[in-house]
């Protein structure tokens, strides 16, 4: 029983870890600098007119202290951008590393004028954009969205999950794009205003999902090809979309195949089907190695009362020849009752099914992925499986708790028959077994703890384990059935010897 135990924590230390992951703190991958109204400046450049943020793997944004920077000031090397009195601000990082390069800081730049240093105007082939970014965070520094509130799925312009692709309304709302370039007369140096200019040119663009991460730039070019603008475009944290360009190889052997299964399933374009007959599907296919985990449990449980009269007997000797009697008699017994240790591994087999499944709900509708747009109907019976922690998440994780509580109970309830032969055989044996039921116990109860946690974050998550949960209560009370009923002819069989 000890080593079911241990197997059991295993297998829940292993769940965890597939679910949860274990990641480590978070990494910065770049610095974004967020350029003042005016980059015109008379002599001294003001650096605290630069707003800089540090973006992490997380997919967190920070907006990073002055005292935490560096700045540097290099003049242009071009002829013509040395008159305009062109310099570029290098900003440095103190406190992160190059994610490229672990033995340099994280480093960004800007284009500012420095008119002392401007000999003649700028010229339009050495125009340049700058750009302005309007974040604002609240007291403890967690980023708002744009009505000023909290929201999880807000993200600045230049940050986007994988699978995504380049948000021109979110450039609208939050960025003020600018024109360093000459006067109509070429006389002075002026700074305008091309935001509109730039959104009407971004919507006649067709822009790519990103699936890995990684830190790109959406350009802009002026007449003549020449790039004058970059706009740093960041793609990390979030789901990955289910799609052979970010994929690993338990993608491609579960996690893809149950996705292929999950929206033919769902008939009509709606996800809850989806849910319900793929879960029927995946749990029917994986019955033979339940019915063969429960078969092996139900022998053992019947095993146990010769088991505990085995230890009672070999309690408190220790020679050799006795612990090679009791090994032996032990296999006798574990013979006599079909018992194999290789059976205890059998839930093993499950596992990564059950954690493709997981995957899949929590990942398929990803943008990006392959079949996120043909599912089209996310809601069921009046649930919307897109968001979490809602009040009617409260209602699914409070049936995913109850449902785990009636399959535990269920699972753990000794048959009437299995009873009276345990009141039969009460010596010293009892007692271990009756440490290990409470040790049991626990275990059941962290894990439906843990999982009415996940449901609260994820509705699909919690449709799926209600749908999973039902079908395996229906599974135990069939195979409960057909356990009696083999005791039973077992019963009748070794009373026919008898007579």
């Not at 600018?178 to 305008?192: A, F, R």
């Not at 699936?211 to 070019?221: G, N």
Request: charged share 20%; net charge positive; with cysteine.
């Amino acid at each position: 029983m000890k080593k079911r135990i241990l197997l059991g924590l295993a297998l829940v230390f292993l769940t965890l870890i597939a679910l949860v992951g274990c990641g480590g703190a978070p990494k910065p991958l770049a610095l974004i600098v967020s350029s003042p109204d005016n980059v015109v400046f008379e002599d001294q450049i003001d650096t605290n007119s630069f707003s800089v943020y540090r973006v992490l793997n997380s997919g967190q944004v920070q907006p990073v202290e002055t005292a935490e920077l560096s700045f540097g000031f290099k003049r242009a090397e071009p002829a013509s951008e040395q008159e305009a009195g062109i310099w570029y601000v290098n900003i440095t990082d103190l406190k992160s590393k190059d994610p490229n390069d672990k033995n340099k800081q994280l480093t960004t730049s800007v284009k500012v004028i420095r008119k002392s240093s401007a000999t003649a105007a700028i010229k339009e082939a050495d125009s340049f954009l700058v750009f302005n970014y309007t974040l604002r965070y609240d007291a403890n520094g967690r980023l708002l969205n744009d009505e000023g509130k909290l929201d999880k799925n807000y993200f600045p312009v230049f940050l986007q999950n994988l699978g995504y692709t380049f948000n021109v309304e979110s450039f609208e709302k939050q960025v003020k794009a600018y024109k360093v370039g000459p006067s109509e007369d070429g006389s002075e140096t002026v700074v305008s205003d091309v935001t509109t200019n730039l959104v009407e040119e971004l919507k006649t663009r067709t822009f790519s999902p990103v699936y890995k991460q990684s830190t790109e730039t959406v350009t802009f070019t002026n007449a003549d090809g020449k790039v004058i603008g970059e706009m740093p475009l960041v793609t990390t944290g979030g789901q990955k979309p289910i799609h052979s360009k970010s994929a690993n190889w338990f993608d491609y052997i579960l996690v893809i195949p149950v996705g292929w299964l999950m929206q033919l399933l769902s008939f009509g374009g709606i996800y809850g089907l989806g849910i319900l007959f793929t879960t029927i599907v995946i749990r029917t296919l994986a019955w033979p190695i339940y019915a063969r985990t429960n078969a092996m449990s139900a022998n053992m449980t019947e095993a146990q009362p010769e088991l505990q009269r085995l230890e009672a007997k070999y309690r408190g000797r220790t020679d050799k020849e006795s612990i090679r009697q009791k090994q032996m008699e032990q296999i006798q017994i574990y013979k006599k009752y079909k018992i194999g240790m290789s059976s205890m591994f059998l839930p093993f087999l499950q596992m990564p099914i059950f954690i493709a499944m997981y995957q899949t709900v929590s990942r398929i509708l990803v943008p990006g992925g392959y079949w996120a747009s043909k599912i089209t109907v996310r809601s069921f019976l009046g649930l919307d499986l897109t968001i979490g922690n809602h009040w009617t998440s409260y209602i699914l994780a409070g049936i995913v708790g109850a449902t785990m509580i009636l399959l535990q109970w269920l699972s753990q309830r000794k048959p009437a028959y299995l009873k009276k032969t345990a009141d039969q055989n009460k010596g010293e044996g009892a007692q271990q077994a009756q440490q290990t039921q409470r040790t049991m116990k626990i275990f059941s109860y962290v894990m439906v703890i843990m999982m009415v946690v996940f449901s609260l974050q994820n509705n699909a998550l919690a449709l799926y384990w209600i749908f999973g949960n039902i079908f395996s209560i229906g599974q135990t009370a069939i195979h409960k059935e057909i356990n009696r009923r083999k005791y039973e002819k077992k019963q009748e069989e070794t009373l026919g010897g008898i007579l």
